[in-house]
């Protein structure tokens, strides 16, 4: 089930969140430099549900948050037509079309929102489940920013840049 997220979600996100920084393959921060809180998270979900063109949504199985997705906008009147969002998923819901259903709701959600007309996202270039989702739901490439992350391999990540107008 897809729906809002509510400030009773916040520790249930927080610690996906957590776990998916310690992966280290899918955000550029580490968990060594993520310090949210379970509060800041539940003050965090209240902004969002308080502003009006963005939004934070949860995928819940059987009563257990499993993923979420946030839209958030700049806020600068040149801008105010777009965003961008991110998603998280636990490991064990992805390749389950969660990720895809948060994507759907969101397009759905841009849809009813007429000041929102187009929606991107950053992904890792060796994010490859991701870009093809995306693709498979009309988001193009805009661009790359070419080894624009280092890991401690000395390896270095390609940052994806696409989106998809929500009208099209």
């Known amino acids: 089930m897809i729906r809002l997220a509510e400030p009773r979600d916040a520790e249930e996100m927080l610690q996906i969140q ?27 979900i209240q902004a969002k549900q308080a502003h009006p063109n963005e939004v934070l949504f949860v995928a819940e199985d059987e009563g257990r948050v499993v993923g979420w997705l946030v839209f958030q906008t700049e ?4 801008t105010r037509h777009t965003g961008k969002f991110g998603v998280m998923l636990s490991a064990d819901s992805r390749g389950k079309g969660i ?29 490859t489940r991701a870009i093809s989702l995306y693709k498979s739901l009309g988001f193009v490439e805009e661009g790359r920013k070419l080894k624009e992350y280092k890991f401690p391999d000395g390896s270095y990540v390609d940052d994806v840049i696409m989106s998809r107008f929500v009208n099209e």
């Open 18 to 44: 957590k776990d998916v920084l310690q992966e280290e393959i899918y955000f550029v921060s580490s968990l060594e430099e993520f310090h949210q809180t379970v509060e800041g998270q539940r003050e965090w």
């Open 75 to 78: 806020g600068r009147q040149k």
């Open 99 to 127: 990720g895809k259903q948060l994507v759907m709701a969101l397009l759905d959600w841009a849809h009813a929102h007429p000041e929102i007309e187009k929606v991107s996202l950053f992904t890792f270039s060796t994010n």
